[in-house]
């Protein structure tokens, strides 16, 4: 495959999978703002600029006080969502998705080109201040629900060739990087109560889809080390960082060597970011310190990508 062509679907599937991921704390941090303290609120905002790594408007939040009002929030939820100077918003994810998406046309199949195409449109026409009229959370679901959908099309639609690799690749690493990224963010805010970080992990646990899963095998009482050592290591948890992982060193082996000799350098990346899971977790004594080498280790395998597979 040609470099370009690999590259572009590689970023596809990166940029719908945080546009995604985005849509999944957005969702439910604007569900808490009926009824949540303002404690626990500020600390939901706080999380998800952390784990995104950016700025909120104005610079630094704030702590907590009665000033704290629904446009402060109004305000944070248009950057994350609307804003096109911001890296992680939805709207420049989809922008960025839908134009790689665009070029690889030939490629992927017409049922995906049409939803995602349809969905980046659809977008287009919406505004913050109608969003928030009516039902935030009902609208970041549905968005949230579209985009994951676009994998779903890619799974019933697409050859099992390196272009339905590379998108997947894209969309695991993406996953990986911002997983980890949300756990450590979670684990090193030590300023919380015992009280307000159980009820911000079962947040997490939502973002990751996994909190049915918690309770059927864990117990309905939420532990933060038992749920974030599952959202790590847990191979038969679906979003579990080791189940990305896996799937990230099976689509580099099917999708064979590239065209660089920093290939080598690709396969040692994703044996080291397995092995971390494997046999570093339990090694870790702090635990927010391995999630963020597992984040960089993510980045790291991202840069050896581009290296091997598409600037040789």
Request: aromatic share 10%.
């Amino acid at each position: 495959m040609l470099a370009r062509s690999a590259q572009g679907l590689y970023w596809m599937g990166r940029y719908v999978e945080r546009a995604a991921f985005v849509c999944r704390l957005l969702q439910y941090q604007v569900s808490s703002l009926i009824d949540r303290p303002l404690e626990e609120i500020h600390a939901g905002w706080t999380l998800i600029f952390d784990c995104l790594k950016c700025q909120p408007p104005g610079g630094i939040l704030e702590s907590t006080g009665d000033d704290f009002t629904l446009a402060d929030a109004f305000t944070l939820a248009g950057d994350l969502t609307f804003e096109q100077t911001n890296p992680s918003s939805i709207r420049t994810c989809l922008k960025y998705g839908r134009e790689n998406a665009r070029q690889m046309r030939h490629c992927i199949s017409d049922v995906m080109w049409l939803n995602l195409n349809s969905q980046f449109l659809d977008f287009e026409t919406k505004e913050m201040p109608e969003i928030w009229r009516t039902s935030p959370e009902r609208f970041y679901s549905e968005t949230e629900q579209h985009l994951t959908g676009i994998f779903g099309l890619a799974n019933s639609s697409m050859y099992r060739d390196s272009a339905w690799r590379f998108i997947q690749l894209g969309r695991n690493i993406e996953s990986i990087q911002f997983g980890a990224a949300l756990l450590a963010s979670h684990i090193a805010d030590a300023e919380l109560d015992r009280e307000l970080k159980s009820r911000r992990m079962r947040t997490v646990l939502r973002v990751y889809k996994a909190s049915q899963s918690y309770s059927r095998v864990k117990g309905h009482i939420v532990h933060e080390a038992t749920a974030v050592e599952m959202l790590t290591t847990d191979r038969l948890l679906h979003s579990s960082l080791a189940n990305r992982v896996a799937e990230v060193d099976d689509h580099i082996l099917g999708i064979g060597p590239g065209h660089s000799g920093d290939c080598d350098l690709v396969r040692q990346s994703s044996g080291q970011l397995a092995d971390m899971i494997s046999r570093g977790w339990q090694r870790a004594a702090a635990k927010g310190e391995f999630l963020q080498r597992l984040e960089l280790e993510a980045r790291t395998l991202n840069d050896h990508i581009d290296s091997c597979y598409f600037s040789y």
